[in-house]
């Protein structure tokens, strides 16, 4: 093992915090959903690397950059959201917790195969020009720049979605429904529409999430199911419905994982980092800003 | 839930029993592995229908005892020569040993729904990041069990005794499971599970009941992993804490077979086990891209089930029965 000299540590940092972006949008998407409808999305992110396959897709054929891409990938997963509750998720709204995970662990199942039918298991990645270029920051520490638009982009989109819930007449509803659904019936707000516009955004993020990841990072089939995990874990342990609890796991979840990874080897830190999780949450099983789950 | 004794029935499981002890004798061996992996699937879905389909619990970690039972068995065997007969009761017995304080730490804590299967999901990771980084247990190149014809130490170059063993697992099973159904603790878990504070008020320890089935479904899985390995020869972490396989897959017969019932897991399993071969007929499909489609009809089946059929197969047939005129149910 090399020297863990501060410019490592400091290296890892910066590359946790890059990853951490990523990861708290994701989270924010699925603590989204959880708190406005009380849905257990497993199948998250399984769209996300649909987004990377068509990004790929774009860029071999047609030259498309993955980032141009999210201008597409963004408003068809949009459409794609909207199609998707109308079929599955709207009937899952009432129905009991462990079969609504039932549910769309079927549709994770289902999707993560459609993709290893379409595409086939190989990993597949894109080339850009700028692909292994770095910008220095400071002494020795360099980005990525790929992962850095892709932050920039996952920042971007996250304070966007908080202006959105905070100040727009949506994000009122929204919250009025995740607060309490039925006093927001009551007061008038058509919940099954927030449902499902808040859905048809998450899919959205996903797409643009997706086509950025692809920038630095290969595709496989099954890239969505250790997604949906982490982001699942996140989510729990900061507090399912919490907004703020999600973006702050997701950074220290990128950070942690960085971390081990430079003490340890890489699987070995994603098993502390579940660890670490699982103790957090059998000592406050409603995570740390969260209401009580079920 | 009971299930009807008159002569009938009871003649028509004999039949089947004599047509499954024999007819496996003039299979081809290929034939008999792809019963053999069927029945395998049947026997973890019915120790999974344990723990979720009687007690209400979605505990989706059971790969790690599927995993240490497996490991524990196999390095008994290739380290020492112990006859994985007396090893996979010592993994049976290191899986409790895992399960009791995992279950006290987990029921004790109150955690429920989502809350539990993540951590759970989390538990399976963690073991199979652990075995992984171990080299003592062959890390990521896992370990390889000898090929040969060794009765006493659970090998056999023919497929047929597998079959036995198999069946009889199954079998064991569904008695088990039916002698639970019956059971003071069987019926304190369907309280659990139905409603746990009703449960609770009513006297019912839920945090034992729960910490039982737990530890039980833990035990039974430890088998699972040990019949595994001397079926396959290769144990690895990917494949003994795989959660896709041995959670997922178990759940759909479940699920699809109905819940909380005696015969629903098994029923459930061998569909999907005989859809799945359905599709391996059709020619114009090839090599991964099969399996890929059936689980993709696997996940549609679950979505659609769980949706529609929550009770599953057991519960859309007592329905049917009890509409059906001149049915005595």
Same mark, same amino acid.
Not at chain 1, 197 to 202: D, E, L, P, T, V
Not at chain 2, 13 to 32: G, R
């Given at each position: 093992?090399?020297?863990?000299?501060?410019?490592?540590?400091?290296?890892?940092?910066?590359?946790?915090?890059?990853?951490?972006?990523?990861?708290?949008?994701?989270?924010?998407?699925?603590?989204?959903?959880?708190?406005?409808?009380?849905?257990?999305?497993?199948?998250?992110?399984?769209?996300?690397?649909?987004?990377?396959?068509?990004?790929?897709?774009?860029?071999?054929?047609?030259?498309?950059?993955?980032?141009?891409?999210?201008?597409?990938?963004?408003?068809?997963?949009?459409?794609?959201?909207?199609?998707?509750?109308?079929?599955?998720?709207?009937?899952?709204?009432?129905?009991?917790?462990?079969?609504?995970?039932?549910?769309?662990?079927?549709?994770?199942?289902?999707?993560?195969?459609?993709?290893?039918?379409?595409?086939?298991?190989?990993?597949?990645?894109?080339?850009?020009?700028?692909?292994?270029?770095?910008?220095?920051?400071?002494?020795?520490?360099?980005?990525?720049?790929?992962?850095?638009?892709?932050?920039?982009?996952?920042?971007?989109?996250?304070?966007?979605?908080?202006?959105?819930?905070?100040?727009?007449?949506?994000?009122?509803?929204?919250?009025?429904?995740?607060?309490?659904?039925?006093?927001?019936?009551?007061?008038?707000?058509?919940?099954?529409?927030?449902?499902?516009?808040?859905?048809?955004?998450?899919?959205?993020?996903?797409?643009?999430?997706?086509?950025?990841?692809?920038?630095?990072?290969?595709?496989?089939?099954?890239?969505?199911?250790?997604?949906?995990?982490?982001?699942?874990?996140?989510?729990?342990?900061?507090?399912?419905?919490?907004?703020?609890?999600?973006?702050?796991?997701?950074?220290?979840?990128?950070?942690?994982?960085?971390?081990?990874?430079?003490?340890?080897?890489?699987?070995?830190?994603?098993?502390?980092?579940?660890?670490?999780?699982?103790?957090?949450?059998?000592?406050?099983?409603?995570?740390?800003?969260?209401?009580?789950?079920? | 839930?009971?299930?009807?004794?008159?002569?009938?029935?009871?003649?028509?499981?004999?039949?089947?029993?004599?047509?499954?002890?024999?007819?496996?004798?003039?299979?081809?061996?290929?034939?008999?592995?792809?019963?053999?992996?069927?029945?395998?699937?049947?026997?973890?879905?019915?120790?999974?229908?344990?723990?979720?389909?009687?007690?209400?619990?979605?505990?989706?970690?059971?790969?790690?005892?599927?995993?240490?039972?497996?490991?524990?068995?196999?390095?008994?065997?290739?380290?020492?020569?112990?006859?994985?007969?007396?090893?996979?009761?010592?993994?049976?017995?290191?899986?409790?040993?895992?399960?009791?304080?995992?279950?006290?730490?987990?029921?004790?804590?109150?955690?429920?729904?989502?809350?539990?299967?993540?951590?759970?999901?989390?538990?399976?990771?963690?073991?199979?990041?652990?075995?992984?980084?171990?080299?003592?247990?062959?890390?990521?190149?896992?370990?390889?069990?000898?090929?040969?014809?060794?009765?006493?130490?659970?090998?056999?170059?023919?497929?047929?005794?597998?079959?036995?063993?198999?069946?009889?697992?199954?079998?064991?099973?569904?008695?088990?499971?039916?002698?639970?159904?019956?059971?003071?603790?069987?019926?304190?878990?369907?309280?659990?599970?139905?409603?746990?504070?009703?449960?609770?008020?009513?006297?019912?320890?839920?945090?034992?009941?729960?910490?039982?089935?737990?530890?039980?479904?833990?035990?039974?899985?430890?088998?699972?992993?040990?019949?595994?390995?001397?079926?396959?020869?290769?144990?690895?972490?990917?494949?003994?804490?795989?959660?896709?396989?041995?959670? /997922?897959?178990?759940? %759909? #017969?479940?699920?699809?077979? $109905?819940?909380?019932?005696?015969? *629903? @897991?098994? +029923?459930?399993? &061998? /569909?999907?086990?005989? %859809? #799945?071969?359905?599709?391996? $007929?059709?020619?114009?499909?090839? *090599? @991964?891209? +099969?399996?890929? &489609?059936?689980?993709?009809?696997? #996940?549609?089946?679950?979505?659609?089930?769980?949706?529609?059929?929550?009770?599953?197969?057991?519960?859309?047939?007592?329905?049917?029965?009890?509409?059906?005129?001149?049915?005595?149910?």
């Amino acid at each position: 093992m090399g020297m863990i000299t501060q410019t490592v540590i400091f290296q890892a940092l910066v590359y946790g915090l890059l990853n951490g972006a990523i990861y708290a949008l994701i989270s924010f998407g699925l603590t989204m959903l959880f708190g406005v409808m009380r849905l257990v999305y497993f199948a998250y992110g399984q769209l996300a690397v649909f987004a990377m396959y068509i990004s790929v897709f774009l860029y071999t054929y047609l030259k498309v950059d993955p980032f141009v891409s999210t201008i597409l990938t963004a408003p068809l997963f949009f459409i794609i959201g909207i199609l998707l509750y109308k079929i599955i998720i709207a009937s899952t709204i009432k129905i009991p917790h462990h079969m609504q995970m039932m549910v769309t662990l079927g549709m994770l199942i289902f999707f993560e195969n459609l993709m290893l039918f379409m595409f086939g298991g190989t990993p597949m990645g894109i080339n850009m020009s700028y692909a292994a270029s770095m910008l220095p920051l400071c002494a020795d520490i360099k980005i990525h720049l790929p992962r850095f638009i892709a932050m920039l982009i996952c920042v971007f989109l996250i304070i966007a979605l908080f202006l959105l819930l905070k100040k727009s007449l949506f994000g009122k509803k929204f919250q009025a429904t995740a607060d309490n659904e039925e006093g927001a019936m009551l007061a008038g707000i058509e919940t099954n529409s927030v449902f499902r516009y808040a859905f048809a955004i998450a899919c959205a993020l996903e797409g643009i999430a997706g086509s950025s990841i692809i920038s630095f990072s290969v595709v496989d089939p099954h890239t969505g199911f250790p997604l949906i995990i982490k982001a699942l874990l996140i989510v729990v342990v900061a507090g399912p419905g919490s907004i703020p609890g999600a973006i702050v796991g997701g950074i220290m979840v990128g950070i942690i994982e960085a971390m081990s990874s430079v003490f340890l080897s890489a699987s070995l830190g994603t098993g502390i980092l579940f660890f670490i999780l699982a103790c957090v949450l059998i000592f406050k099983p409603s995570g740390f800003f969260g209401q009580e789950v079920d | 839930m009971s299930w009807e004794m008159n002569k009938i029935s009871v003649g028509l499981l004999l039949l089947l029993m004599c047509v499954l002890i024999v007819f496996p004798m003039f299979v081809s061996d290929y034939i008999a592995t792809m019963l053999i992996i069927a029945l395998h699937y049947a026997y973890l879905a019915q120790s999974w229908n344990l723990v979720f389909g009687y007690c209400g619990q979605l505990a989706l970690g059971h790969s790690v005892f599927y995993g240490v039972g497996g490991y524990v068995s196999t390095k008994l065997l290739v380290d020492a020569n112990v006859t994985p007969y007396l090893g996979g009761i010592i993994g049976a017995s290191v899986a409790i040993l895992i399960a009791f304080p995992l279950g006290m730490i987990l029921f004790r804590s109150k955690l429920r729904g989502l809350s539990l299967a993540i951590v759970t999901i989390a538990s399976a990771e963690i073991f199979m990041a652990l075995f992984n980084n171990w080299d003592y247990v062959g890390g990521t190149v896992g370990i390889w069990l000898p090929l040969k014809d060794a009765p006493f130490h659970f090998l056999y170059m023919s497929r047929l005794p597998y079959y036995y063993i198999a069946l009889f697992m199954v079998v064991g099973m569904v008695v088990l499971t039916a002698l639970v159904a019956r059971s003071k603790l069987g019926h304190r878990g369907i309280a659990v599970r139905e409603n746990e504070e009703a449960a609770e008020a009513s006297g019912i320890n839920c945090f034992g009941v729960k910490v039982t089935f737990f530890v039980f479904s833990a035990f039974l899985m430890a088998f699972g992993g040990t019949f595994y390995s001397q079926f396959m020869l290769y144990i690895v972490p990917e494949i003994m804490f795989s959660i896709p396989n041995l959670v /997922l897959l178990p759940m %759909l #017969g479940v699920v699809v077979g $109905g819940r909380g019932t005696v015969f *629903g @897991p098994i +029923v459930g399993s &061998l /569909l999907f086990s005989i %859809l #799945g071969e359905l599709l391996r $007929g059709i020619p114009w499909l090839h *090599g @991964p891209r +099969v399996s890929a &489609l059936t689980m993709m009809v696997y #996940g549609l089946v679950l979505t659609i089930v769980s949706l529609r059929y929550s009770s599953g197969l057991m519960g859309f047939m007592a329905k049917w029965k009890r509409q059906t005129p001149g049915c005595s149910k």
